[in-house]
């Protein structure tokens, strides 16, 4: 049985700043960020389970509370060593300017580096928050080492997730400062390669990873329910002539209704967050 050790730290927060922490689904922190209240007291691998008094056991509890401003936060948290050396190995690809890249069993990762004056033509490919190369031009020298197959993971340090993102940063690199930096991800396992080969046959792209809530998705299915049974023919347009029928005569009324919309966030000061790319 893995031994835990519970810490306990006293963190003095003023508004507006960082913590400077990522944690996973199981509240496990998988990177700091530095220069922030998070650096050099978390460890890679530590497990929050306590904050001010409050026990939390989802990341939603963990959101919540950081979101309630107060002056000092004490976080208690689960550390275990044989956990962190194991996410040290996972994060242990960095690339320039301490980018960490998650690596995946039975991947390579190298740095390759794009220029301006060379030709590039290929096809990107969206599947589950990967950005995969899924085609390129024969004799393309602006390619470098890239191949089909790879997967790109940052676009100068960005990680990037989405495949117009990906263009947007490549454009914009490649025409303000003449060159491009991307960590690229590249099977090399038998079923690594058997799982890229797979994506890069599917014809279709997944369904887009946003998901509508419960309440939403409802109101979207009785409303296309209620256009289907509508008789299109009975259907007048607002450009219509009103021919065939009597022009009704339009009131105003002066009274001024107001409603008062909940907010979650009623009665508290907002907090401004750090801009990130997605």
Request: charged content about 30%.
């Amino acid at each position: 049985m893995p031994q835990y050790n519970m810490h306990t730290f006293k963190i003095p927060w003023t508004q507006n700043e960082i913590l400077g922490i990522t944690p996973s689904k199981n509240l496990t922190i998988i990177n700091i960020q530095k220069n922030t209240l998070a650096d050099g007291i978390f460890k890679i691998g530590d497990k929050i389970c306590n904050i001010n008094g409050k026990n939390i056991l989802r990341l939603y509890e963990l959101e919540n509370l950081l979101n309630e401003f107060n002056d000092v936060l004490y976080i208690t948290v689960e550390r275990n060593e044989e956990q962190e050396n194991i996410l040290k190995k996972q994060l242990s690809f960095i690339g320039e300017d301490d980018c960490n890249i998650v690596k995946r069993e039975g991947f390579d990762y190298f740095v390759e580096r794009m220029y301006t004056k060379y030709q590039r033509k290929f096809r990107l490919k969206d599947f589950k928050n990967r950005v995969i190369i899924s085609k390129i031009k024969m004799n393309n020298d602006g390619m470098g080492n890239i191949e089909i197959g790879d997967q790109i993971c940052s676009v100068n340090n960005m990680p990037v997730t989405d495949k117009k993102v990906c263009k947007r940063l490549l454009n914009h690199f490649l025409m303000d400062e003449s060159e491009v930096s991307l960590i690229i991800g590249r099977p090399i396992s038998d079923s690594a390669i058997e799982e890229i080969n797979g994506i890069l046959r599917k014809k279709k792209y997944y369904p887009t990873s946003i998901k509508m809530n419960d309440d939403v998705k409802e109101i979207v299915k009785r409303e296309c329910k209620r256009i289907h049974q509508n008789d299109i023919k009975d259907i007048t347009g607002i450009l219509s002539n009103g021919l065939g029928g009597e022009y009704q005569s339009v009131s105003f009324d002066t009274t001024i209704q107001e409603f008062k919309i909940a907010c979650d966030t009623e009665g508290r000061r907002l907090k401004k967050v750090k801009k990130k790319f997605y």
